[in-house]
């Protein structure tokens, strides 16, 4: 089982930065899958990112189109944390972000392959 608690999130303006850290207590990070999702105010929750490791040193990754190239999902194995690198933010970047793992270890799309969550951090952008 692992804890997921999620940080950095705030307030920025428009084509700024931020990054997000999700620490992880319990089992190594490593041994999951880890996405980020989030969920603007009278939205459905939404992917964005997720990743895992595939062998020793490579990991697969993907992205929501919405935020490809602006966002970076990476991880440091020896904090136990993921992270979100956020850059040229949006208004519409707006949202709870969550962290989200999945013990069968694979980097997915769909929420409901996920099995452990954060709390959520709140991102603001404003314009």
């Known amino acids: 089982q692992v804890q997921l608690v999620e940080s950095g999130g705030g307030l920025v303006q428009a084509g700024g930065s931020l990054r997000l850290s999700c620490a992880a207590s319990g089992r190594t990070v490593s041994r999951y899958g880890m996405g980020w999702f989030r969920q603007a105010p009278g939205k459905e929750r939404e992917f964005v990112a997720a990743f895992n490791w595939s062998g020793r040193s490579t990991y697969t990754v993907y992205y929501a189109d919405s935020v490809k190239g602006r966002f970076t999902i990476s991880s440091d194995n020896a904090k136990n944390t993921v992270y979100l690198q956020m850059n040229s933010l949006k208004p519409e970047d707006t949202a709870v972000y969550y962290c989200?793992?999945?013990?069968?270890?694979?980097?997915?799309?769909?929420?409901?392959?996920?099995?452990?969550w954060g709390q959520g951090t709140q991102v603001t952008v404003s314009s």
């Open positions: 989200a793992a999945d013990q069968a270890g694979l980097a997915s799309r769909s929420e409901g392959q996920y099995d452990y």
